[in-house]
């Protein structure tokens, strides 16, 4: 079968949307629906409605996918008819669509409206639609779930129902999708979050705000520390900065009239002064450059600092640890001379590169540029010169790359790193910044060997994004199997018994394990010995010792290893006590991905 293009499955999956809104009112009454947008989205669809007092709820879903085979199966043409501003409006008031009433207001005077009809459904639509709907494969599409939706999305507009759907051109393609989502289902970070006690939330904490528990702070721990010690290879220094800032210092760098109302406000009981709390470390790094002269010799001079910002994010978006209210950066700043930006991002590519290999996840690139909006600060030849270093840098670097028109930071064009994980879902998470705005509106400056003075240029970059951001992708990427350096326990010390000898092996191999570093712990519970190895799998845990009398009285340590840290050696892991500590101790040193020791 010759493979549909994108353009023919953009269609079909945008009809369905139309199918799904016909079918909707047919279920429910036209005079009860008022209908809002229905665009396609990755893999699918979805129609947004209001249907008064009337709840979808995911047990409809099968419902309404009958009523659209039906209308797949009555084979309706769909028909265009182009309208003035004015019938548009007039038709809109009539039919009592006051959602559509509010999108034609956007449109200029003169502007030509089209509107297309199946059957006994019209709908205010730009185009691109299949001829007839039995073009429809009509067991390919699927409606996934129902979700709340400001119109609009502000949340001071109406909740609607936005009704999901996923199609693709053939039946396998769909069930293939479906099994792909059952598995990450399973690997939900929140999911795992909880069975493997790695972070919790608390109503009086508040919403966004996770907490780590000791199992989960140590996965936080490793990968700072993994990510400090990859930017001090590169001679990167750490600074620290207070955690409320005067709102001044934001109005200089632009961020409060850009941002000002996602800004956590704190005020002073002892002054008038307004602060905030930090939701970015960047122009607190301009104060510590420009606390005194610079010269070129100094540069490029780079900060490193793994710090917490806070963001005041709509709760409504807020979810698990993709989207939380106090973010963990990986942040560092370089200022250095126009001659250097090259070098300065050569390294940080290739230092994204050793990170993201270590973690299995193919990376691209996502090189951010401005649009014509008008939201970014800076010089548009500035501008210019920034975006074409950048797309230089990718070509030289010779990593594939897709340009992101609109997706720049309001200073300057990105370099965003695009990794795939296991499921072959695509992330954003490292990035790369150039910037000549800041330092600009900062009046930051150096002398160079010439004696003249000269303007920095600031490169901004995170190779984690946010640790949180990450551990919400990493945890699902390993689906809670993580390498055993970076995994919250190591070694299950599992006992036979309560014998006083076995349990003091178990209590001697504990304490050298903790004086080599090795994360373990003893389970000398009253569960049976094989209930003890289920619990430890369930956890996750790499390696597991059972140790009873003969292990006592050989010296000799049978090793239990994960299944996916396997190898085809076939031969049996028997250790001593010593070996068994200082070859995990080892392994978690030299941050292998997988190994049986």
Not at 175 to 184: G, M, R, S, T
Not at 204 to 212: D, E, K, M, R, T
Not at 315 to 329: M, N
Request: with cysteine.
């Amino acid at each position: 079968m010759e493979r549909m293009s994108e353009e023919q499955l953009f269609n079909i999956r945008h009809s369905l949307a139309h199918v799904l809104a016909a079918a909707v009112r047919r279920i429910y009454g036209a005079e009860n629906v008022k209908l809002g947008v229905g665009p396609v989205i990755e893999n699918g669809f979805y129609y947004d409605f209001d249907l008064s007092n009337i709840k979808i709820s995911e047990d409809d879903l099968p419902k309404i996918e009958k009523e659209m085979q039906k209308i797949i199966a009555e084979k309706q043409e769909f028909i265009g008819e182009e309208k003035s501003l004015d019938e548009a409006t007039k038709w809109e008031k009539d039919a009592g669509q006051s959602y559509k009433l509010e999108l034609l207001r956007d449109l200029e005077e003169g502007a030509t409206i089209t509107f297309y009809t199946n059957g006994d459904f019209t709908d205010l639509c730009r185009g691109g639609h299949v001829a007839n709907t039995s073009d429809i494969p009509a067991d390919a599409f699927r409606l996934t779930r129902v979700a709340g939706a400001y119109w609009r999305g502000d949340e001071k507009n109406t909740m609607m129902q936005r009704v999901y759907g996923v199609a693709f051109t053939t039946t396998d393609e769909l069930d293939k999708y479906l099994k792909q989502q059952e598995e990450a289902k399973k690997r939900d970070h929140r999911k795992l979050g909880k069975e493997l006690d790695l972070f919790v939330t608390s109503d009086l904490v508040g919403a966004g705000l996770p907490l780590f528990t000791p199992r989960g702070t140590v996965l936080r721990e490793e990968l700072r520390k993994f990510t400090e010690e990859l930017r001090e290879k590169r001679c990167y220094q750490k600074v620290w900065t207070p955690h409320i800032t005067k709102v001044d210092l934001y109005k200089v760098s632009g961020h409060w009239e850009k941002f000002g109302d996602e800004l956590f406000l704190v005020k002073s009981q002892e002054t008038k002064d307004e602060f905030a709390l930090k939701p970015m470390t960047c122009p607190h790094h301009t104060q510590i450059y420009a606390s005194r002269p610079r010269t070129i010799r100094e540069l490029p001079l780079k900060y490193l600092h793994t710090t917490e910002v806070y963001r005041d994010e709509k709760t409504g978006e807020l979810g698990g640890l993709s989207r939380v209210r106090s973010i963990t950066q990986d942040d560092s700043h370089v200022f250095c001379a126009p001659e250097q930006i090259e070098q300065v991002f050569g390294e940080l590519i290739e230092t994204a590169k050793d990170m993201y290999h270590l973690f299995a996840m193919d990376l691209s690139l996502r090189l951010s540029f401005r649009n014509d909006e008008g939201k970014y600060l800076g010089d548009d030849k500035l501008w210019e010169n920034a975006q074409a270093a950048i797309q230089k840098m990718a070509d030289k670097f010779q990593m594939k790359y897709e340009v992101g028109i609109g997706e720049a930071a309001m200073y300057g064009p990105k370099m965003d790193f695009m990794a795939t994980d296991a499921m072959g879902r695509k992330y954003q998470l490292a990035t790369v910044q150039l910037d000549y705005a800041m330092p600009e509106r900062f009046e930051l400056e150096y002398t160079d060997v010439g004696g003249e003075v000269k303007r920095p240029v600031m490169v901004h970059c995170a190779l984690l994004g946010s640790i949180e951001r990450f551990l919400s992708v990493y945890i699902e990427h390993t689906a809670g199997k993580f390498p055993v350096w970076c995994a919250p326990e190591q070694l299950r010390i599992i006992t036979v018994n309560d014998d006083r000898d076995v349990v003091d092996f178990a209590t001697k191999l504990n304490e050298a394990a903790f004086e080599h570093s090795v994360r373990a712990t003893i389970d000398n519970s009253n569960n049976s010995v094989g209930k003890k190895i289920r619990i430890a799998e369930t956890w996750k845990v790499p390696y597991s010792v059972v140790i009873g009398e003969k292990e006592v009285a050989s010296g000799k340590l049978p090793l239990r290893i994960r299944a996916d840290l396997m190898t085809n050696d076939t031969a049996e892991h028997i250790y001593t006590p010593e070996e068994l500590i200082k070859s995990i101790a080892n392994e978690a040193r030299s941050r292998v991905s997988k190994s049986s020791l």
